[in-house]
């Protein structure tokens, strides 16, 4: 077959492609039939072209001969001679017909040598209308004919690829139309607009389901939860959004994938308005991904012309402004006044609004981050009441009551060398008063609580998200479908002709050798192994593991700087008293700007080591970026948080033994009460910092700071203007000063980094679901205006939920258990109280705790050198006292570990292990419990199956009967009717399941 079509495709006979069905991969030439826009007359001032008789040469040679166009695509200029009012347009989302939809648009930037020479006004800037045909170029001396000056290789190179790539597009039947270069040098936007024959066809290709006839009610259950449900929508009304698609919610269409041959099924108003804007776009979206680019090294698609510079840009129109004055409403100006103001902040979100307009991964997107902050207004109220609690049992603690008690003189060993002097330990009264509000029982409570919510969050998403799936019908969304908008990267296909030029050189009898070796049946030269990805690899491996340790780097810099300068400051009579505070508040900082620095660099490095990876499709070029990022930014961001918790003041020593990191400067220990208070500042003010500066002072002036910088660009770039076309800005214009759209990775970054410092570190900063309650009801809103006002629309994606992310969250939540149960037996004081309560205490009570965790050491046993110089305390000092649990100096074995600090470590060993399993299996059973299907949902699901079948077999038998109803005039047409009719039969039930042939037959209601 191949053959033949070669063999017809290089002579000159030419015959109808109508009924050969467009597949994917490479665009495949239509027929002038298939493309044509049907009765729609053209209008005045625009020259509708004729239908080609014979292929034009050149334009599709064969596979070994060079690819040259004899004729480039005809601009049909406007007279020149007529006036074009801006005024006269009726909408900027169409062509100037005021008839065709703006469905996509292509912008690039050209540049001449030469002044132009064109006589046209610069408001005329109305340029090709086609219908996807070729035509004989304008005569020159023409009504807006340019005579363009000499343009340079490069630039000449780039115009003959443009030419060649818009021709394929008209040969695909879209319809374009694009500005005159009429300029020195400027922008110049190529509209496309996607005519019904082309939606039809690409709808059927890629399975798009879309509403049929036939509605049905969904039932919402049990007369209790119907009368719930009333009243819960009565409640929550005023937080309702005015948007249309709250008004009834009750019913639902049933919808099948588009089918040319079963247009009966479908309720097919107006063919204009039956593909939303976001679908139309997809489409054509679709369209430029697969079309291809000899002239360009065979390049596919238009993320590859993009990425080598011969477009700048390709994005679908915004449904007009967002601030327009008057009463005029389309889905923008909507979602801005309901959705993206920070004035409705107390509002829900119009969820079906935003898919509608964004696509379902944006909606899913915004669905997750609105049931993540309703989650958090529980874990916030709790959290407020377990401070509260630390409150008002203050005064009650008996430990911290005993560290305040001047009478009890506990005098401590000098915290530094030489220049610290003896210490009391009621000095310490504050912090550990302040340690209370964290530390206590109620603190356990809240840990089990907040492993417990976060099961119960990820389960209640996946059932909204099956909800979602449902409402948006996605439940049945194929693999075929998600495959089918899958192509590969321009740097994977960059690689894979590199290495088709390298395997050229080699002999045939070396490739026959090599692939029997392999015992491959598939020819690995068009993809690339694990080979061609080997150095990639390598250099990945090596550059994370540097990353590693170039952060944990730099907190051991940290850690050298809160030593030093605690030393340093000690030496200060006037600096003493606040070293510990003064050297806490500044290391915080740094670790705080250290860690916003960078994470910039390891996002940069991330996108750049997996660019080396050369993945082959965007959705696993995203994966591993994801994977990486996560990877390097979780460890920026909770190394330092990690030290204070787990090894900080676990290798100090004692005295007359410590351990020194340089000469003369010793580990730094925690704080008499404990780096339970340290690790609540560290984590609070690290949290607090990100997401004041980096999730939203960053968000907002970084726009607009692009935005004011374009703007100046362009203001100081040399050319002329156009005074009335800068009056009446067109809506591609617009668009195109806007931020191009990047993905959701940062959006869902800076939450999962968050959803990190609630769940991981909660034992020690309760109030931390506050503050993320707080960051986010800002963020749902900041994000919303970005989307809405600051980003051009992003192209619709349909997918079934969030990818990767949802992995990434189930795993911090359990690995939160396994910290918060370390946090709580090793870094506060929860296991030595009930260790000393029910084991060494006398009357069952905490007093006498601190006395029991403090050990003695004689002071002459001080290395020379170390002693206090001018000690001024008060009495004379034999023995000093140091937290740790060891043998006093006149025991048998002196400073060794006591028998109270074996039975201490082993009880904070049994404990995380008991906590651990315990809330292990209370989230398994919270699992279990929850189904991950919502009972109405899975009813509604096979109800609608159930519908869907009789009402197709029920469609299929009115057509029968509307084709053998005329009586026939003759028995010939009688006898060609029935022998029809049975056939219909057979091939429309076929087709229940499966996508009709694009060969095949259509059918007019």
């Known amino acids: 077959i191949f053959l033949c079509i070669s063999v017809l495709a290089s002579s000159d006979i030419t015959f109808p492609l109508t009924d050969i069905p467009l597949l994917p991969g490479s665009p495949r030439r239509l027929s002038p039939r ?29 596979s070994g001969g060079e690819r040259t166009h004899s004729s480039s695509v005809i601009n049909n200029y406007l007279d020149a001679n007529e006036p074009m009012s801006s005024e006269a347009r009726v909408s900027r989302m169409h062509f100037h017909d005021n008839q065709r939809k703006v469905d996509y648009v292509l912008a690039y930037h050209y540049r001449k040598r030469g002044a132009p020479l064109g006589q046209g006004s610069p408001g005329h800037s109305l340029a090709i209308v086609s219908n996807g045909e070729m035509g004989k170029e304008p005569q020159a001396g023409g009504p807006g004919d340019i005579e363009l000056g000499p343009l340079d290789a490069l630039e000449e190179e780039r115009k003959e690829q443009r030419e060649e790539f818009e021709h394929n597009l008209m040969e695909a039947g879209l319809e374009l139309e694009k500005d005159v270069e009429n300029k020195s040098q400027g922008s110049i936007f190529v509209r496309i607009h996607a005519p019904w024959q082309v939606l039809a066809r690409e709808a059927e290709f890629l399975k798009i389901k879309v509403p049929t006839k036939k509605m049905y009610e969904i039932k919402a259950g049990g007369s209790i939860a119907k009368k719930f449900n009333a009243v819960l929508q009565k409640l929550s009304s005023p937080l309702q959004p005015r948007v249309p698609e709250h008004s009834n919610n009750r019913m639902k269409n049933l919808s099948y994938p588009f089918s040319r041959e079963k247009m009966y099924l479908y309720n097919i108003q107006e063919k204009d308005t039956f593909f939303d804007n976001a679908t139309r776009s997809r489409i054509v979206h679709e369209i430029l991904k697969r079309t291809a680019c000899s002239r360009a090294n065979n390049t596919m698609g238009i993320n590859s012309l993009i990425a080598n510079n011969i477009y700048e840009a390709a994005y679908p129109l915004h449904d007009g402004e967002y601030d327009s004055p008057g009463d005029d409403m389309n889905d923008r100006k909507l979602l801005y006044q309901e959705w993206a103001r920070y004035g409705v902040f107390y509002k829900f979100q119009p969820i079906d609004l935003i898919r509608k307009y964004f696509g379902e991964k944006i909606g899913l997107y915004f669905a997750w981050l609105g049931l993540y902050t309703s989650f958090l207004i529980p874990s916030s109220v709790i959290g407020v009441i377990v401070f509260l609690y630390g409150c008002a049992t203050i005064e009650e603690d008996i430990p911290s009551r005993e560290m305040c008690d001047q009478q009890n003189a506990f005098t401590m060993c000098p915290l530094c060398d030489k220049s610290c002097d003896y210490w009391n330990l009621s000095s310490a009264c504050g912090t550990a008063r302040a340690s209370h509000l964290f530390d206590n029982p109620a603190t356990v409570f809240f840990s089990i609580f907040m492993a417990l919510w976060a099961t119960m969050f990820l389960e209640n998403w996946k059932r909204l998200q099956m909800r979602l799936g449902y409402f948006w019908d996605l439940t049945g969304l194929e693999e075929e479908e998600v495959s089918s908008a899958e192509h590969s990267r321009p740097e994977y296909e960059s690689k894979v002709r590199e290495k088709m030029l390298k395997e050229s050189s080699k002999s045939v009898v070396q490739k026959l050798e090599r692939n029997a070796a392999a015992g491959d049946d598939e020819d690995d030269e068009d993809k690339l192994t694990w080979r061609d990805r080997f150095p990639g690899y390598l250099m990945n491996f090596a550059s994370i593991l540097f990353m590693i340790a170039l952060t944990f780097s730099i907190v051991f810099g940290v850690i050298v700087y809160r030593i030093t300068t605690a030393a340093a400051l000690s030496l200060n009579k006037a600096t003493r008293s606040n070293v510990r505070v003064t050297v806490t508040a500044t290391a915080v900082i740094i670790n705080l700007v250290v860690i916003l620095i960078l994470d910039e660099i390891y996002g940069a490095v991330a996108n750049w080591l997996t660019k080396i990876e050369v993945p082959k499709t965007e959705q696993s070029f995203e994966e591993r970026l994801i994977l990486k990022a996560f990877l390097l930014k979780f460890v920026n961001a909770y190394s330092p948080i990690f030290y204070v918790a787990f090894f900080k ?34 984590l609070s003010i690290i949290m607090l910092g990100k997401q004041l500066i980096q999730n939203n002072i960053f968000e907002i002036g970084v726009p607009k700071l692009k935005k004011l910088f374009r703007k100046l660009k362009d203001e100081t770039e040399p050319g002329e203007t156009d005074s009335a076309h800068s009056k009446h800005p067109e809506q591609w214009d617009l668009d195109y000063s806007l931020e191009p759209y990047t993905g959701l990775t940062p959006e869902y970054m800076e939450m999962i980094i968050q959803f990190g410092f609630v769940t991981l570190f909660v034992a020690s900063f309760p109030l931390a679901p506050v503050f993320a309650l707080l960051n986010n009801v800002i963020e749902v809103r900041l994000d919303a205006k970005k989307f809405v006002t600051e980003l051009r629309r992003p192209d619709a994606v349909r997918t079934k939920d969030i990818g990767i992310w949802f992995d990434i969250l189930s795993g911090i939540g359990k690995f939160s258990v396994i910290s918060n149960a370390f946090v709580i037996a090793i870094t506060s004081d ?14 069952g009570t905490l007093h006498g705790f601190v006395n029991h965790t403090l050990s003695f050491f004689n002071i002459s046993q001080l290395k020379e050198g170390t002693q206090p110089e001018n000690s001024h305390f008060d009495q004379e000092v034999q023995f000093c006292r140091f937290k740790d649990y060891r043998e006093p100096p006149w025991a048998p074995n002196p400073y060794e570990f006591s028998k109270q600090y074996w039975s201490v470590l082993s009880a904070r060993l049994a404990f995380v292990i008991i906590f651990q399993n315990l809330v292990m299996f209370l989230s398994v059973l919270v699992d279990w419990m929850i189904p991950d299907i919502p009972t109405d949902i899975s009813d509604q699901i096979k109800k609608e199956k159930s519908l869907l079948v009789d009402f197709f077999l029920k469609e299929e038998h009115e057509k029968l009967k509307l084709s053998d109803g005329p009586a026939p005039r003759s028995l010939g047409m009688g006898e060609r009717a029935r022998s029809r009719a049975p056939s219909s039969v057979p091939s429309g039930r076929s087709q229940l399941g499966s996508t009709a042939s694009s060969g095949s037959q259509h059918t007019n209601v």
């Open 34 to 62: 298939a493309v044509a826009r049907g009765g729609r007359a053209p209008k005045r001032g625009q020259q509708h072209l004729k239908v080609p008789g014979p292929r034009a040469p050149g334009l599709r040679g064969s």
């Open 830 to 843: 929860f296991i030595p109280r009930l260790v000393y309560q029910y084991s060494y205490s006398h009357n």
């Open 649 to 682: 003041g676990r290798f100090v020593g004692r005295p007359g033994s410590y351990v020194y990191v340089f000469d003369g400067y010793r580990m730094e220990e925690c704080a008499p009460g404990g780096c339970l208070m340290e690790l609540c500042i560290q």
